[in-house]
């Protein structure tokens, strides 16, 4: 399944942010970076190998792990990101939902009362 278009996102967490953009094969890129002293800095690439894990097997530590400097700054940056990349999740399908049944709501509350919208 090809993965959506993002032609380009980025969120930001004081110093630290997330740039996210699509490849013309339609994969995804994540570009990890943090500002100090008027430089940019950014992360080095990692590679997702995965392995087989066998029930019981001890794994060998996380995928990713950010001290505690960095871990609310990057989540942060990564809702911001997702968001500015337009993808939403079953939460902002909910709200949205709740959004609209209110708005129909109060438009049928005005008819009743003979209210003119605003």
Do not use: C, W
Request: charged fraction near 30%; charge should be neutral; proline fraction near 2%.
């Amino acid at each position: 399944m090809a993965s959506r278009r993002i032609v380009a996102a980025k969120g930001t967490a004081g110093d630290f942010g997330i740039s996210i953009e699509s490849d013309f094969r339609g994969g995804i890129s994540f570009y990890f970076f943090e500002r100090r002293n008027g430089k940019t800095f950014l992360a080095k690439p990692m590679e997702m190998v995965f392995k087989e894990v066998k029930e019981g097997e001890y794994s060998a530590g996380p995928t990713l792990r950010l001290d505690y400097l960095f871990g609310d700054a990057f989540l942060q940056a990564m809702a911001e990101a997702l968001d500015d990349a337009n993808v939403k999740t079953d939460s902002d399908a909910k709200i949205q939902g709740t959004l609209d049944a209110t708005r129909y709501h109060l438009e049928d509350l005005r008819s009743l009362l003979n209210l003119k919208k605003t």
